[in-house]
């Protein structure tokens, strides 16, 4: 069974920084895409960033960019999301998404496997 696990979040301060970690359970998606998605109360799930394995194509969405980082493992099956200049409109529940395509990056409903959710709380 295909698995992403998702570390990291929790509280911080605006201005400050976290660091997501989400690993699969398998190769599977080395030559598809990884992505982090987010989800606030009462709004749509958006892609906040995103890895293409297959060329390293990396997306951010316009309100992260310069604050927020993706990277990936050597072994392909990790991605990181490095958040640093927190706002407090970055709170949200924050989910790994996998694909084993090569899809339009920020779409969510391109990626088959997601993980269970990380909270995300930046506080004033």
């Known amino acids: 069974q295909v698995q992403l696990v998702e570390t990291g979040g929790g509280l911080a301060q605006a201005g400050g920084s976290l660091r997501l970690s989400c690993t699969a359970s398998?190769?599977?998606?080395?030559?598809?895409?990884m992505a982090w998605f987010r989800q606030a109360p009462g709004k749509e799930r958006e892609c906040v960033a995103a890895?293409?394995?297959?060329?390293?194509?990396?997306y951010y969405q316009d309100s992260v960019k310069g604050r927020f980082t993706i990277s990936g493992d050597n072994a392909k099956t990790t991605v990181d999301l490095q958040m640093s200049r927190l706002k407090p409109e970055d709170t949200a529940v924050y989910f790994c998404?996998?694909?084993?395509?090569?899809?339009?990056?920020?779409?969510?409903?391109?990626?088959?496997?997601w993980g269970q959710g990380t909270q995300v709380t930046v506080s004033s």
């Open positions: 398998t190769r599977a998606f080395s030559t598809g895409t």
């Open positions: 890895l293409r394995w297959a060329d390293s194509l990396t």
């Open positions: 998404a996998a694909t084993k395509d090569t899809v339009v990056v920020h779409i969510s409903r391109q990626y088959q496997y």
